[in-house]
C-alpha cells in the first residue's frame, strides 16, 4: 500500500535485513521516520523514501544547472538561490469517493499534507541543500468531518550560511548583489481539491529555471538567464528529456494509470546501482532530507491542526 507508511512492514523488512525502498509518506511522524533511520543503521541496509522525482533527468539536470558540476568544472547559472516556488493540487474527486477513501482517512494517512506535501517540500529542499527552514508559516483548510487537511500553502524562510555580507562592486556583478549567501524563501502549495499547474520555478540573482509540469514527474526544463536591466532576459534554454518508450507488453496491457510513470526506472536503476555498490543511503534524496520534510509536514499538521494518525 502506497500511503501506508506504519511502524509493523516497514520495521519487519528493516530487522530482516532488507533494502528498503519505502513509498511516500516515508512516515507519518518524525519519531517514527527517526525510528526507522536508526533501524536501519543498525542493520546496515540501504533505506530511502521513494520520491522519484529527484531522480528524472530534467531534475538531475536542474540540479547541476543550480549548482554546477561536483568537479567544478562547470559553474551555477542562477547565481544564488533565492526562492523556490513549487505546487501539486489535484482534483482528488477525479478517483476517490468521499469520504469513503483512504485519502479522506486520518488513520490511514491520509489528508493532503502527508498525500501531496512531501512533493513540493523536495522540491524545495533540493535546492537549499543541507539546509533546515528557520521559519515556516502555513494555512489552509481542514475537513471537518474526517479532521483531514484539504489543501496548504507553506512559506519558509532558509538562513544564511555565513554571516559575512558580500561585497558590493558595481563592476563586479557576481558580488554586487545584497543576499547573504544560502538565504532564501520557499512558497508552495499542494491540495486535494483543485488542479494547478504542477510547476516548479527556481530563481537566482542570475535567472530563473522552470520544471515543466508535471513537475513531480517532469520530461521538461526551460532556463531564462537575467539580462542587463530589469524585466531583460539574456536568453531562455531549453532541455527536453523524453521518457523511454513503452514496451509491447506495457502496450497490450492498456498502458500505465498515472502520467510519465514509466519514470519510475531512473529511480529503480539509481537504487539498484547503489545497492549493487554498498551504500545505504542514494544521494539525490538522502535520509537527513528526509527528516527535515518530515518536520516541514510536522510542522503543517500542528499549524492546521490536525490530530496525528495515532491520535484517538
Known amino acids: 500500500m502506497w500511503y501506508n507508511a506504519s511502524r509493523t512492514p516497514t520495521e519487519l523488512c528493516l530487522k530482516a535485513g532488507k533494502h528498503t525502498l519505502l513509498e511516500k509518506p516515508f512516515a507519518c511522524t518524525v519519531e517514527e521516520a527517526e525510528r526507522l533511520i536508526q533501524l536501519a543503521k543498525e542493520r546496515n541496509v540501504f533505506l530511502m523514501e521513494g520520491m522519484w522525482t529527484r531522480f528524472f533527468p530534467a531534475v538531475e539536470k536542474a540540479r547541476q544547472l543550480a549548482f554546477g558540476t561536483p568537479n567544478g568544472e562547470q559553474k551555477g547559472v542562477l547565481g544564488q538561490i533565492s526562492a523556490v516556488f513549487s505546487d501539486f493540487n489535484f482534483n482528488a474527486s477525479d478517483s476517490e469517493e468521499y469520504p469513503t477513501s483512504f485519502f479522506y482517512n486520518r488513520k490511514l494517512g491520509g489528508g493532503a499534507s502527508l498525500l ?3 512533493y513540493p517540500i523536495a522540491a524545495a529542499t533540493l535546492f537549499y541543500p543541507g539546509m533546515t527552514p528557520d521559519q515556516i508559516k502555513v494555512v489552509g483548510q481542514v475537513d471537518a468531518a474526517t479532521g483531514v487537511d484539504l489543501q496548504a500553502c507553506i512559506s519558509m524562510s532558509f538562513p544564511p550560511t555565513s554571516d559575512v555580507a558580500p561585497a558590493i562592486d558595481a563592476e563586479n556583478r557576481e558580488e554586487s548583489t545584497p543576499k547573504l549567501p544560502g538565504a532564501g524563501v520557499a512558497n508552495l502549495s499542494y491540495g486535494l481539491l483543485c488542479e494547478t499547474a504542477e510547476e516548479t520555478t527556481i530563481v537566482g540573482t542570475k535567472g530563473r529555471m ?23 532576459a539574456a536568453g531562455e534554454f531549453v532541455y527536453d528529456y523524453p521518457l523511454p518508450e513503452d514496451t509491447e507488453a506495457i502496450k497490450v496491457a492498456g498502458g500505465y494509470f498515472y502520467p510519465n510513470s514509466a519514470g519510475f526506472c531512473y529511480e529503480a536503476a539509481a537504487v539498484a546501482r547503489c545497492i549493487a555498490a554498498g551504500k545505504v543511503e542514494a544521494p539525490q534524496y538522502t535520509l537527513s532530507e528526509t527528516l527535515v520534510a518530515m518536520k516541514i509536514l510536522e510542522q503543517a499538521r500542528i499549524q492546521l491542526g490536525t490530530k496525528k494518525v495515532s491520535d484517538d
Open 116 to 118: 501531496t506535501g512531501p
Open 210 to 232: 522552470t520544471i515543466k509540469s508535471p513537475a513531480h514527474c517532469p520530461t521538461r526544463l526551460v532556463v531564462t538567464l537575467k539580462g542587463d536591466g530589469r524585466g531583460t
